[in-house]
């Protein structure tokens, strides 16, 4: 159950040139190539919001680059499914859009490639297979990049990568992008008790879930359900054996974690559970 989602951390995958003082580190030549591609787009394009302040690509040019230029591609979009547990899993391209041009979400036109003839001789001629080997790369080094920032050692979900054909545009790859990080520490019944799914939780107990199982934090359900305060999920764990007892990495329990929210009720829960063990 994808509860515990992660925002992307960045606003947009942005592989900035800096040198001193901050200015962006190309050259002349790049500067105009830069010049003519802001001359190029729409006025309320995202990507040129973002030349003009300075945002540059990482300006490396990729061979596939090219293959993109002669075969019509100017963006092509790649939703890569990963598992990530102390380092990588086999990671695959859940689905793909291959564009005609930068500004769709501006112009409102649909540029999207969707001409099975023309699908086709994109996935024959090999551009396709290339993309998506490029793509998986950038995902796992974004995959790697956000897990360090965010502390986690295990994570599955949904990444976005977003290729084009310049070296000097950066990767609009946000938010609301349909990446998922998902901790895979957590099971199903802490999904469920944190995000107050009462209905989930009674099933996964009826299933045999593991009551007092822990996470990498120390974590169990019945903590996560003290802590949002919901008193019918804990009165369910209690009743299903859950320990009230136990302590996370931190020495935090179910009644401290309560007690910090002041959740005077499900305080009085635990401590009416405690005493009567």
Request: proline share 3%; charged share 25%; hydrophobic share 40%.
């Amino acid at each position: 159950m994808k509860v515990i989602i992660v925002s992307v951390l960045l606003c947009a995958s942005l592989w900035a040139q800096e040198g001193a003082g901050g200015s962006p580190a190309i050259s002349s030549v790049a500067e105009e190539h830069v010049r003519q591609l802001i001359a190029s787009m729409p006025s309320d394009c995202d990507l040129l919001g973002l030349l003009k302040a300075g945002v540059y690509g990482d300006g490396v040019h990729h061979a596939w680059m090219d293959d993109m230029s002669r075969g019509g591609v100017k963006e092509a979009r790649f939703w890569v499914q990963f598992s990530w547990n102390e380092g990588e899993k086999p990671w695959k391209v859940q689905s793909s859009m291959y564009l005609t041009g930068y500004c769709d979400r501006v112009t409102g036109e649909d540029i999207t490639i969707k001409d099975p003839s023309r699908l086709k001789r994109i996935a024959d001629s090999g551009l396709q297979r290339v993309l998506e080997e490029a793509a998986l790369r950038r995902a796992k080094e974004r995959v790697r990049r956000e897990l360090a920032q965010i502390h986690w050692n295990s994570a599955h979900g949904t990444v976005f990568v977003m290729l084009t054909d310049d070296e000097w545009l950066p990767a609009l790859e946000g938010a609301d992008d349909g990446t998922e990080l998902i901790d895979s520490d957590f099971t199903p019944l802490m999904d469920a008790a944190r995000g107050n799914e009462a209905w989930l939780v009674s099933r996964l107990l009826k299933k045999g879930a593991e009551i007092n199982a822990k996470n990498g934090l120390g974590r169990t359900a019945l903590m996560y359900a003290a802590e949002q305060g919901n008193a019918e999920i804990v009165r369910e764990l209690i009743r299903a054996g859950a320990d009230p007892g136990m302590t996370d990495i931190k020495g935090e329990s179910a009644l401290s974690l309560a007690g910090g929210q002041h959740r005077s009720e499900i305080v009085g829960l635990l401590k009416g559970s405690t005493s009567a063990r």
